[in-house]
């Protein structure tokens, strides 16, 4: 069928596309007649958020003697309503730049705006803002700064007005921000420079400015993603509880396809990178704000760790603010293009904006494996199953619930079914699952909704970052992939109210639905539901008896049930989830349910003539026809990337015997027969008798290219110092980062890790760039068992140095090498050593090296790293993994005292011993996460063949208060047995 003319049916193309951009033109993307464009300073000092306060300091630009209004913003993207947070302002001020105050005065009829006259001789003012944050809450708001001493987040909208005139796009912002110490940080505003602590970011737009959030913390973790022929994402993970951001790397490499099946999906993107901003933080709570080249997620700190709490909602958030880049940020409603943030948004169309939006994160968080297909089908069954009982419908369009979107988002606590909440979510989502499975089947499998999404949402991004759009062109595209009345339909569907919930799409999915005995429908929400009854009395019961919702219609509605009643008893049983379910089943046959519930002090018997059993709604697959559920989850990633993550499973289902890990590097470290000056050149004569190390290798080892620059160090020691030294060759040498304890792998850098007893816990690193600027630091265990890194740890008496072969910073030309020089006080390695320090003759450390090497541009005659590409990792002994901090991978440096060159290196008899117990740390890991407790014997436990060279021996594993330790036990040749550890924190250990 062809669209049916009418009097206001749908335009042609052309005349569609011309609203569209007069749409722009008049709003929110050209001055017309406004004032011209103009740059406001801001800068913000976030040192006090950990106390739950910003201070902010605005330079707007004004005309001498004139009247000037300012505003804070009021309208929040992604937030729907006029939410902007003024009833938190702690302070105003505004002054001359002498410092003479200016008075102001609020406009009674809209409280956002300020107006003030500016003194006759000035050209600016500074406006002085105080916030105060909102208290960190389970349900927090995304729009909102707020924080506590160990990780915030800062929405720029809370520190910021700006001069009414100007639209936001023609507003340029110079920000610069200030953090609490120690405080690392991750937003999508890119950086120009850092110095003596503050931050400067590049200008912006206002409107990049406020759709650009930024995350802190003293734990931030940074993982680039595998994105594949599609532009670089970041996941950075902000938190209050370190061990957070210790993912499973099964989880980031659903991350990385969910970038790739979003690829795949639209067909192209709208931002240069990605930026994954997540919060972990059982204090911060849940949030979720979209914006165009990042996303603002909050969860509990083990939400993303455990794969019982990775579902339903927490599975769903980042997929659905990751599609709201394409959808929402960049394809929006015209009604939602304002000139500015002050300016009402029309909301009707929130049924596109937010229910495609849900339907395609429910779909790629299939597709890319965060829930498996079963799952999500649970999941959906339970959405319908709530929609079905919105009485609200039958007076309340869904297209209303997009409209009152600001009077609908907090649930009604009384009869919410009769008000209908922000339906425009849920129910729009099984609107797009249906008009998927109606194009299915219109086309015989041809055509789906990814071609709507890749010929709407995709294409090539415009200038303005925006592209407005009505409800005309919605149903035209949909028309041009599979001819139809859409217009018909959605109006039908969307502008009118209903007597029910559709269900018919689920017939074209192949499935039906039916009400049956079975289990109720998992909810993964936020909120607790209780114990359910809904669709067979229309009752939902606290774990106590109490009444905490009623279904309007439903039989206990019409018995005169309400929220807050107490029921203790039912069929002669005292009130329990047991209790409730028996009497259920037992209605098939007594046609009743007999209730005891508390008025007062007095009891009083009820009885509910019900004789249907347990209600509960199913989706029940039919066979006759074709599974179109399965073909909208099917997963379409078919990259290079897609192909390497699935083919160590097809190696695995081939082979019994699956790689093992490299051998740790081993190196004899000489006494130096004379003290040695540390300056970074390396020309003492005492390190002529050193060898140099083998050269460095890619952290992954032989399964990635060899370095492009060679790398090699070598060690001395004596009474006093423990002595390292290296050779970088690089063609450019240059550096950034001066500030001690800075991040200083953002530069190029050399790194070194220390684990004097080598039992994976209590080690030192420090990181030195060719600036010889150091960052040195310590950790009680490695980050992927809770282990923080303690900053503020220092080397007291550490020497070192940096030589340039060639000229530092100096693009122009073509430099040899760096070298440096580091001697280690064994006084201070001492503290955390647990063995002798110097060591004796013959003792065994561990020690590891790493080069951290990033690909640069020259730009203006400066170094500039190439935007939007990982740095490479260069290591002496291969980690196996790009992660240094399995110090179970680290080579052996054995001391010696015997004349250089005349030593032998004696390899651990224990090391495939230790391989097989850290095999067991990661099977345990895994199983605890799957089931909640640890295994109490081997034989649960996926642990894959013994490692090379596994001598004879005995294991056993026993349950500890903390979790458990396993224990292998083995006789070297010709030397006495020797019992070997690990515990649940991976600490290996020997045992006397």
């Not at 041009?480 to 919930?501: G, H, S």
Request: glycine share 8%.
């Amino acid at each position: 069928m062809t669209d049916r003319p009418s009097g206001d049916g749908l335009r042609p193309r052309s005349r569609l596309w011309a609203t569209a951009w007069v749409v722009i033109l008049s709003g929110m993307f050209t001055a017309s007649a406004q004032p011209q464009p103009t740059t406001i300073g801001v800068e913000v000092d976030l040192r006090d958020l950990p106390r739950r306060l910003v201070h902010s300091t605005i330079q707007i630009p004004c005309k001498p003697g004139r009247e000037l209004a300012i505003w804070h913003p009021k309208w929040i993207p992604g937030t729907h309503e006029p939410c902007g947070s003024i009833e938190n302002t702690g302070g105003l001020r505004i002054q001359s730049p002498d410092g003479a105050t200016i008075p102001w005065r609020r406009d009674e009829l809209d409280l956002y705006r300020i107006v003030f006259k500016a003194p006759a001789d000035v050209s600016s003012v500074r406006v002085t803002l105080d916030t105060i944050c909102n208290q960190a809450a389970i349900e927090a708001s995304g729009h909102l700064t707020f924080g506590n001493k160990l990780v915030g987040v800062v929405n720029w909208s809370t520190c910021v007005l700006y001069p009414e005139g100007p639209t936001a796009a023609e507003t340029t912002v110079e920000l610069s921000a200030r953090l609490p110490e120690k405080w690392k940080y991750a937003t999508a505003l890119k950086t120009e420079a850092v110095k003596d602590g503050l931050i400067r970011f590049a200008p912006v737009s206002l409107v990049d400015l406020i759709d650009s959030p930024l995350i802190a913390g003293e734990h931030l973790r940074t993982i680039k993603l595998e994105t594949g022929p599609y532009p670089p994402a970041s996941f950075h993970l902000a938190t209050d509880a370190p061990a957070s951001l210790d993912l499973n790397p099964n989880v980031i490499a659903q991350y990385s396809r969910l970038v790739r099946e979003a690829g795949a999906l639209f067909g192209s993107y709208h931002h240069d990178d990605f930026q994954f901003l997540v919060t972990c933080s059982d204090d911060l709570g849940y949030l979720g704000l979209e914006h165009l080249a990042s996303s603002l997620n909050g969860v509990g700190a083990r939400d993303l760790l455990d794969d019982h709490l990775r579902v339903g909602w927490v599975a769903n958030l980042i997929p659905h603010e990751y599609v709201h880049s394409w959808c929402g940020k960049y394809r929006r409603p015209a009604g939602m293009c304002t000139p500015n943030f002050h300016s009402p948004m029309a909301t009707r169309l929130l049924w596109v904006y937010e229910g495609l939006t849900q339907y395609l994160g429910d779909v790629l968080m299939v597709r890319c494996g965060l829930v498996k297909p079963e799952d999500y089908k649970r999941t959906l069954t339970g959405s319908i199953g709530d929609l079905v009982l919105q009485s609200g419908r039958r007076w309340r369009s869904l297209e209303d619930t997009a409209v009152a979107s600001s009077i609908l988002r907090a649930r009604s606590p009384n009869w919410n079914e009769l008000r209908r909440s922000q339906d425009y979510y849920s129910e729009g989502a099984l609107l797009w699952m249906e008009i998927d499975a109606l194009i299915r089947q219109k086309t015989d499998g041809k055509k789906s909704l990814d071609d709507f999404c890749k010929a709407f949402l995709g294409g090539p991004t415009k200038p303005e970052k925006v592209a407005p759009y009505e409800l005309p062109e919605i149903a035209a595209r949909l028309n041009e992939i599979a001819p139809n009345d859409w217009k018909t339909f959605l109006e039908d569907r969307v502008t009118r109210p209903l007597d029910a919930l559709p269900v018919d799409f689920v017939a074209r999915l192949g499935y039906r639905l039916q009400f049956g005995a079975g289990p109720s429908a998992p909810d993964h929400g936020r909120r607790r539901v209780g114990l359910s009854a809904r669709h067979s009395l229309g009752l939902t019961f606290g774990d106590d008896g109490r009444v905490i919702d009623v279904a309007p219609g439903m039989i206990a509605d019409r018995s005169g049930l309400s929220k807050g009643t107490k029921v203790v008893g039912i069929n002669g049983r005292t009130f329990s989830a047991e209790a409730l379910h028996d009497a259920l089943t037992a209605s098939v046959s007594d046609k009743k349910v007999d209730f005891l519930i508390v008025e007062g002090d007095r009891l009083r018997p009820l009885t509910i003539a019900y004789a249907d059993g347990l209600r509960h709604p199913e989706l029940v697959r039919d066979s006759s026809q074709p599974d179109l559920l399965a073909a909208i989850l099917k997963p379409r990633d078919t990259t290079v990337e897609a192909k390497k993550e699935e083919a160590p499973k097809a190696a695995a289902n081939a082979s019994p015997t699956p790689p093992q890990p490299t051998l740790p590097k081993g190196y004899i470290c000489y006494r130096a027969d004379r003290p040695i000056t540390v300056d970074g050149k390396l020309d003492d004569p005492a390190w002529d008798a050193a060898p140099w190390t083998d050269a460095f290798v890619d952290i992954e080892g032989d399964r990635k290219p060899l370095p492009r620059f060679e790398t090699r160090a070598k060690m001395l020691w004596d009474d006093e110092f423990f002595y390292v030294a290296a050779r970088l060759k690089e063609p450019h040498v240059w550096g950034t980062l001066t500030q001690h304890d800075a991040v200083i792998f953002q530069d190029n850098d050399f790194e070194v890790f220390i684990d004097p007893d080598g039992d994976n816990h209590e080690y030192y690193e420090i990181e030195i760039n060719a600036l010889n600027t150091e960052w040195d630091l310590f950790l009680k265990k490695p980050y992927r068992d809770g282990g923080p890194a303690e900053n503020a740890w220092e080397i007291p008496g550490l020497k070192k140095g940096v030589a340039v072969a060639g000229t530092l910073n100096k693009p122009s030309d073509v430099d040899e090498a760096w070298t440096v020089e580091l001697a280690f006080p064994w006084k201070v390695l001492a503290e955390f050593a647990h063995r002798p320090s110097p060591p004796n003759d013959g003792d065994q450390w561990r020690v590891n090296f790493s080069r951290v090497e990033w690909l640069h541009d020259v730009v203006d005659g400066q170094y500039r790293k190439v935007p939007k590409t990982p740095e490479d990792n260069w290591v002496w002994s291969p980690q196996g993994v790009v992660d240094m901090h399995r110090p179970e991978r680290w080579g052996f440096v054995q001391f010696s005292t015997a004349k250089p060159g005349t030593a032998s290196f004696r390899p651990d008899p224990a090391v495939p011993v230790r391989d097989r117990l850290m095999q067991i740390y990661h099977a345990q890991s895994a199983f605890q996460r799957n089931n909640k407790a640890w295994a109490e014997t081997l034989d649960p436990l996926d642990l894959g063949p013994l490692p090379a060279g596994m001598p004879r021996h005995t294991t056993a594993i026993r349950k500890t208060p903390e979790g458990y330790e396993a224990a292998i036990t083995f006789e070297p040749q010709g030397q006495p047995p020797q019992t070997w550890t690990v515990r649940q924190d991976s600490r290996i250990s020997r045992n006397p």
